[in-house]
């Protein structure tokens, strides 16, 4: 699903599972991001957007099923890795999504929840989500 077309924003995509994805981590040369890929397909060219969160990247999918065009006919969402790694010899950032098909989070989360921390987490100062602060027991 979702992976048999040209992917623009990336260098490589690969499906895998969830224990096969890389932990985070950040060297001089490589960062490896833990978080959710959302899967995007319809009229528009197949598309794969990552996202450390999952309240963004539910949100979006969601939203743009919402298209009423047939714009975006499916969308999924994962948990998935994003692996930046420099290359010396083409003097440029390769990125490589891996997408762990076996995690499909559409199934398994409260979507109405999501948008609600989704929407407790934006600001109209910041284009990044800042999840409200855990309550205090």
Not at 12 to 24: N, V
Not at 35 to 56: H, S
Request: hydrophobic share 35%; charged share 25%.
């Amino acid at each position: 699903m979702f992976m048999d077309g040209p992917h623009p924003n990336y260098d490589h995509l690969h499906p895998t599972t969830a224990g096969r994805l890389p932990r985070s981590r950040r060297t001089e040369g490589r960062v490896v991001t833990r978080g959710y890929a959302v899967g995007l397909a319809g009229q528009v060219p197949q598309t794969w957007v990552f996202f450390d969160r999952i309240e963004p990247a539910y949100a979006f999918g969601r939203a743009g099923r919402m298209a009423p065009a047939g714009d975006i006919t499916s969308y999924g969402v994962y948990e998935a890795a994003c692996d930046i790694r420099w290359d010396q010899d083409e003097a440029r950032d390769i990125r490589t999504l891996l997408v762990a098909m076996d995690t499909s989070q559409r199934e398994v989360v409260d979507g109405q929840d999501l948008i609600a921390r989704w929407a407790r987490g934006t600001s109209p100062r910041s284009s990044y989500f800042q999840p409200p602060p855990r309550k205090q027991a």
